[in-house]
């Protein structure tokens, strides 16, 4: 399995997953040029996406989810307007993608219907990201996976710092929000395991977050909680370059 996040923040996301032929599109809140740019430099072409998932319907997950057919988008009901039952993608429910199996989980956002996928084939990922808390359940389902594209957006005290208003910052730090650097790390310490190689940490603010700052609060957090995980395979995704992982087979 491997893994590129193309692109990550609140200008647009998109993630790309492969193995043995098969490829994920998670998202594509950037432009088609900017995807197949992305994808060419990586060595893929537009016929590498075999299906595209859709985590919620925000702007910067589904901006250009409408240039691909229809018969290969897959996500929960009320994000898109033409999705049949064929397409739709229920939450807790598992999902046989070729050589994928696909569990997708409930998360808390203020979405219409909000989703994260493990994706499991030779290897396991998780991505998780616009959610304001990870619940108990979806902590259990995701222990001791290969790969975790986890939020982290933002710091609580640069977020309260930023000229952003009162109602917003109460939006972004609410369980329907997005996850702080801190909670992020301290959720994660509970959950990855001897099998996990990367954890990144996605979807930053660029407001009231630095690569610095979210990577620093996982090596703090860590420290203090004496977690075995060796934190130069921390990564923090970006808004413009690809971050990737994973083993390469082609």
């Known amino acids: 399995m491997e893994y590129h996040v193309l692109a990550s923040g609140s200008k647009g996301n998109a993630t790309f997953v492969y193995e043995d032929g098969t490829g994920i599109l998670i998202d594509c809140g950037i432009t088609r040029r900017q995807l197949l740019f992305k994808l060419s430099e990586l060595g893929f072409e537009e016929s590498d996406i075999t299906y595209v998932f ?37 939450p807790y429910q598992t999902y046989t ?32 990201t616009d959610t304001g808390y990870v619940s108990q359940r979806n902590r259990d389902m995701i222990r001791n996976l290969n790969y975790y594209i986890i939020e982290a957006n933002h710091d609580v005290g640069m977020l309260m710092e930023t000229r952003r208003p009162l109602f917003l910052k109460n939006r972004i730090l609410g369980d329907e929000g997005h996850l702080n650097n801190e909670y992020s790390a301290r959720m994660m310490a509970q959950v990855i395991g001897e099998d996990t190689k990367d954890i990144v940490l996605a979807h930053l603010s660029q407001e009231a977050n630095t690569p610095e700052l979210a990577y620093g609060t996982y090596c703090d957090v860590f420290a203090e909680l004496h977690v075995p995980f060796d934190t130069e395979n921390i990564k923090v995704a970006d808004q413009a370059l690809v971050t990737s992982g994973g083993i390469r087979e082609r």
């Open 54 to 90: 859709l985590t919620h319907d925000h702007y910067d997950h589904k901006k250009n989810i409408h240039i691909f057919d229809e018969d290969i988008v897959y996500t929960a009901k009320g994000n898109l307007d033409h999705v049949d039952d064929r397409h739709e993608l229920i």
């Open 97 to 128: 993608f070729n050589n994928f199996t696909v569990d997708v989980l409930r998360i808390s956002h203020d979405a219409t219907n909000p989703i994260a996928f493990i994706i499991r084939g030779r290897e396991s990922l998780l991505y998780m």
